[in-house]
């Protein structure tokens, strides 16, 4: 597929779709069938059909019962803390051999025209933002959101947390487990909102924005407060009458999800005539401009509410620079 046809590329590389994004297409107006089921479509494929089978084989073959998770052992917490290091590598590993080693479709579909391996900076590790990438999700936010999953989890099993049985309550379950996407975009808006106000991003935030070209292994890149927030998400089963399953899902959609929008790339060809689409360009303006789509809009307009979306058009441009002047005004006159 010639990316020309579906965007176009500015001097530098840097690639753009023609089509501006459309937020929520679940709050059009007037309501629309095929656009409700367009939004369905998107809501569970590919991304989180996925984190809902890694969820499965987690649950089947990785946790213990709950008898054994009464007790904060270290036979069953590193083994969790191992299948998630295992399963992140691969996962992301994947994603980075093939697009940014391998580089099977070059540029065709990239964001922004260079990789991350052309751009040596010192606001990373060893200059290299790869590396740096790599150390702090796989050191950092991995054994973070593995902690977090293991208090829930024995926080479960003990009892201290309201458990809701599938045999008992299975249809409110299946809502729950549902509507994790939705509670995880949420949760990530109000965090990302929160940790970009001045002191919390100089000293936290900043760091996940020294990727201003993201790949897969920035999915995770953070300081440890920002993960321990990001992952927190999965502390609401805590309030949330569910079950200990949620909670490693929303964990997983965090932790696997992550990847979605720092993949880099439009369109991801996976065969010689297919290519899905990554849902990545909203937050990859993000990483770009840094004060708009704080939330990918997948299930709520949160940015159009709130006056941060940009749509990637001149005319989402516009409003932005907008936003901006009337934010610099208002600093000056204080």
Not at 87 to 100: N, P, T
Not at 162 to 175: S, T
Not at 185 to 202: A, K, M, N, S
Not at 216 to 245: C, D, K, N, Q, R
Request: proline content about 6%; glycine content about 6%; hydrophobic content about 45%.
């Amino acid at each position: 597929m010639d990316d020309l046809q579906l965007g176009k590329r500015n001097k530098r590389g840097d690639w753009a779709p023609n089509q501006p994004l459309d937020s929520a297409e679940l709050w059009a107006w007037p309501p629309s069938l095929p656009r409700v089921g367009n939004w369905l479509k998107g809501y569970f494929w590919p991304w989180n059909i996925v984190f809902i089978v890694l969820t499965a084989v987690w649950w089947k073959f990785v946790l213990p019962d709950m008898e054994t998770m009464r007790t904060l052992g270290w036979g069953w917490t590193l083994k969790l803390l191992g299948a998630n290091w295992i399963g992140i590598f691969l996962f992301y590993s994947a994603f980075e051999l093939r697009y940014y080693v391998l580089r099977v479709q070059g540029q065709s579909f990239k964001y922004n025209g260079k990789f991350p391996s052309e751009q040596p900076s010192d606001v990373f590790w060893f200059k290299s933002q790869n590396i740096d990438n790599f150390i702090r999700s796989f050191f950092v936010s991995v054994p973070i959101g593995t902690a977090i999953e293991v208090f829930i989890l024995w926080s479960f099993a003990n009892g201290t947390v309201p458990l809701v049985q599938w045999n008992e309550h299975p249809v409110y379950l299946i809502c729950v487990f549902l509507l994790a996407p939705a509670l995880h975009e949420v949760h990530f808006f109000v965090i990302h909102r929160t940790i970009h106000w001045g002191p919390l991003y100089r000293f936290v935030h900043s760091v996940h924005h020294n990727s201003t070209n993201p790949s897969p292994w920035s999915s995770m890149s953070m300081h440890p407060v920002e993960s321990a927030l990001y992952f927190g998400v999965a502390l609401w089963t805590l309030v949330i009458p569910s079950h200990p399953i949620v909670a490693v899902y929303l964990i997983n959609i965090a932790g696997f999800g992550a990847i979605v929008g720092h993949i880099g790339f439009d369109q991801l060809r996976v065969s010689n005539g297919a290519s899905m689409s990554s849902h990545a360009y909203a937050h990859y303006l993000h990483h770009k401009f840094f004060e708009v789509n704080y939330s990918d809009n997948g299930t709520f307009p949160l940015d159009r509410i709130f006056g941060s979306w940009h749509d990637g058009s001149p005319e989402g441009e516009r409003l932005m620079r907008e936003r901006f002047e009337k934010k610099k005004r208002r600093l000056n006159a204080t």
